[in-house]
């Protein structure tokens, strides 16, 4: 049976999200080309989780979302926040925000329509963002040459924390110092 536990920790490990014992089962039985048991999956999955939850192993093997999903234990969350913090502080450029900007208030865009607003040459930028799933191709246009039309992706929500486009600050949010000559006088 520990052939069996092997395998549900690789399904398990490699599923993005978290991954139902039915599914497991389904696989398990497609690649055996056997049936298997849901019973031996149960039993192998209350196994592995009495493993991961030693102390010897830093993630554990949890129930959630109707599935199982390995998570890092709460003790090295705040190691977890230094490394996320880090790499976010170099995830993007100057002109990659600018011209996701672009894109994210202007949608749906062309390429060229952001280097008119930019002034400059955008490839490696939207290349880069492209890279990074921020933003995804939504189409062609319909002017000359047919070129991509691109977006923001799901990605891009959850990068910045919003549900929605909508959820985005508007231009009329951020507080510009009224235009004045000479010195304020009270």
Known sequence: MDFLHRHIEALIFCAPEPLTTTEIVKCLS???????????????????????????????????????????????????????RQQSQKRLSAAQLETLS???????????????IRGVNSDYSVQKLLEKELIEIKGKSDGVGKPLIYGTSTRFMEYFGINSIQDLPQPKDFSQPENQIGEEKD
Request: aromatic share 12%.
């Open 30 to 84: 497609e690649m055996f080309e056997a049936e298997v048991s849901l019973d031996h999956v149960e039993e192998a999955i209350y196994e592995l989780r009495k493993k991961y939850n030693q102390d010897d192993f830093s993630f554990a093997l949890e129930h959630l979302g109707g599935g199982y999903q390995f998570l890092t234990k709460p003790a090295y969350q705040a190691s977890i926040s230094i490394l996320l």
């Open 102 to 116: 672009i894109i994210a208030y202007k949608q749906p865009i062309t390429k060229g329509e952001v280097e008119q």
